[in-house]
């Protein structure tokens, strides 16, 4: 009987881990499709001409930081 406890624990903490892991998947899929999406702005921006704050402000920071 106490074995079989002892290996419903072990089941049950592995099934934890599974859906941890599931929950990580899912955050780094978030955090792509979110990186992807500013990308899509940042290139929908640029055909339209409109440079956006963030944009440029990188741009300026990387163009300081080759100079050097």
């Given at each position: 009987?106490?074995?079989?406890?002892?290996?419903?624990?072990?089941?049950?903490?592995?099934?934890?881990?599974?859906?941890?892991?599931?929950?990580?998947?899912n955050?780094?899929?978030?955090?792509?499709?979110?990186?992807?999406?500013?990308?899509?702005?940042?290139?929908?921006?640029?055909?339209?001409?409109?440079?956006?704050f963030?944009?440029?402000?990188?741009?300026?920071?990387?163009?300081?930081?080759?100079?050097?």
């Amino acid at each position: 009987m106490d074995s079989l406890f002892r290996i419903q624990s072990v089941f049950s903490s592995f099934n934890w881990i599974l859906c941890y892991k599931n929950l990580l998947s899912n955050l780094y899929l978030g955090v792509i499709l979110f990186l992807f999406f500013m990308l899509f702005k940042e290139i929908n921006f640029l055909l339209m001409g409109d440079f956006s704050f963030a944009y440029t402000v990188s741009h300026s920071v990387l163009y300081k930081w080759h100079k050097h």
